[in-house]
């Protein structure tokens, strides 16, 4: 749940007739809790209010709520887990079938509604040299982009194919590896950026 404030967020869930609902959960202030709530141990609560559209659950208003409620916590929200916290909210409003929710934050319940582009995503790529000799990989050089690193692996892949990259052994590199977003380096060959299918290529004696 990357991204999401677990004090004020929204859930989105969608039934088999593709009818959706917005229930916006909100971290209480603290006073609506009743002296009879506190002597039976409860120390915080998430107000819920369920939605027809997004745009109404990004408002919050309350104008054109479906239905609405708190939920009472034995401990404070802050100290909770996120997965807690929605498990709470979905028992309460009855929404208990997980595979049919997705939890938005409020930043994005708002670029939605705008009909705003996704933000780009940053990828990073880490570029090694393995020396089969010595099964050892060479980290050669780290790029983080949201564009296209095929030009730089390319080139990568050359300058090793024609020798120009030695391992700290003092022999050539075998091949090219590469790592995305901290993955296990695997083939160059092997991956997305090369443009190619194993099937279409010498596998390099591996």
Not at 66 to 91: H, K, R
Not at 148 to 169: F, H, Q, T, Y
Request: glycine share 6%.
């Amino acid at each position: 749940m990357s991204g999401i404030d677990k004090r004020d967020f929204i859930i989105m869930h969608v039934d088999d007739n593709d009818k959706a609902v917005y229930i916006r959960a909100t971290e209480g202030t603290g006073d609506n809790l009743l002296q009879e709530d506190i002597d039976l141990g409860y120390v915080d609560y998430v107000n819920y209010t369920i939605y027809g559209t997004l745009k109404e659950a990004v408002i919050d208003d309350g104008e054109n709520e479906i239905d609405g409620g708190m939920v009472l916590c034995s401990q404070l929200v802050a100290d909770m887990y996120f997965d807690d916290i929605l498990t709470n909210v979905l028992e309460m409003t009855g929404f208990t079938d997980t595979e049919n929710i997705e939890c938005i934050s409020i930043e994005e319940a708002e670029r939605r509604t705008n009909h705003e582009p996704a933000p780009a995503h940053k990828v990073r790529y880490e570029f090694f040299g393995y020396d089969k000799d010595h099964d050892v990989s060479e980290s050669l050089m780290t790029v983080i982009t949201d564009g296209n690193v095929a030009d730089i692996a390319s080139l990568l892949d050359k300058s090793i194919k024609n020798e120009e990259r030695v391992s700290k052994s003092g022999e050539p590199f075998d091949w090219l590896q590469v790592s995305i977003d901290f993955s296990e380096p695997v083939y160059y060959m092997d991956t997305p950026i090369s443009g190619k299918e194993p099937d279409d290529y010498e596998q390099d004696g591996r």
